[in-house]
């Protein structure tokens, strides 16, 4: 287990992926730090299951992640996944819902990782990897701020690794299309009576119509390239966009 000397704090990790990259780089030796909202006797059996300790704090506020930093203590591995939508027009789309998408998406990212760094310089290593999207690197209609936030992502992570390359310290962000989590099966049903499909068509229509492949990627996938992202041999990885998107932006 190569990250048996490691601590990593995964944001949005009480669910879905960032609970698939908690699980995956605990599975080689990492100490888990979680945060994330949930049912107490959830988090509490996530916890116990990975060995981790939870800290509750409200992202989307600077005060939030500084409480965050403070009780994650010093940080090698920093993943940066803690993120929500919001659809609508432009004209439509509401302040509020457009602030806290650029404050949890974008600057709570920051912060982490300017709180995380100092520790990371002193070890003389560090993996830094953000949970951004195929919106990264491309649009769609009524996501103004999201689409945002992940293209400012993106441009943040190049300038981290820039800034970091000779320190050992990686940045790197992950661009997952459609995942599989709870989240998104949720949003099937509601879609089928929107718009009166069946569930098939929901997923091969709307969801995966972006997907070359029609599958969704398995938030597992994702757990594993962080892994990799760790690893000795991803040392020269860093500034990138790694497409997990089943070709939606090779169109």
């Known amino acids: 287990m190569f990250l048996s000397d490691k601590r990593a704090l995964i944001t949005g990790s ?4 960032g609970l698939a990259v908690a699980r995956a780089l605990h599975a080689e030796g ?8 949930g049912e107490a006797d959830a988090i509490a059996a996530l916890c116990e299951e990975l060995g981790a300790v939870h800290v509750p704090a409200d992202l989307s506020r600077r005060a939030g992640v500084e409480t965050l930093m403070a009780g994650a203590g010093p940080i090698d591995i920093l993943v940066n996944n803690a993120g929500m939508q919001h659809v609508a027009p432009v004209e ?3 302040v509020d819902k457009w602030d806290m998408i650029i404050a949890l998406n974008l600057t709570a990212a920051f912060d982490a990782s300017r709180l995380a760094i100092p520790h990371m310089k002193a070890a003389g290593w560090g993996r830094i990897i953000n949970t951004a999207s195929a919106h990264a690197l491309t ?3 009524f996501k103004s701020a999201y689409v945002a936030a992940k293209h400012g992502l993106s441009g ?4 981290l690794a820039l800034e970091l390359a000779t320190h050992n310290i990686t940045a790197n962000c992950i661009c997952p299309g459609y995942v599989w989590t709870p989240l998104v099966e949720g949003q099937i049903p509601d879609t089928m009576a929107a718009r009166g499909m069946t569930r098939e068509q929901v997923i091969n229509d709307v969801m995966l119509v972006r997907q070359p492949t029609r599958k969704f990627v398995q938030p597992s996938d994702i757990g594993e390239m962080a892994v990799f992202l760790c690893r000795d041999a991803a040392a020269n990885i860093t500034g990138t966009n790694i497409s997990m998107d ?3 932006t090779a169109e």
Not at 14 to 17: A, D, H, L, M, R
Not at 32 to 37: D, E, R
Not at 156 to 159: H, I, P, Q, R, S
């Open 14 to 17: 009480t669910s879905g992926i």
């Open 30 to 37: 990492a100490e888990v730090v979680l945060s994330g909202f």
């Open 92 to 94: 439509e789309f509401p």
């Open 139 to 141: 649009a769609s209609p």
């Open 156 to 159: 943040l992570t190049k300038t």
């Open 246 to 248: 089943g070709g939606w």
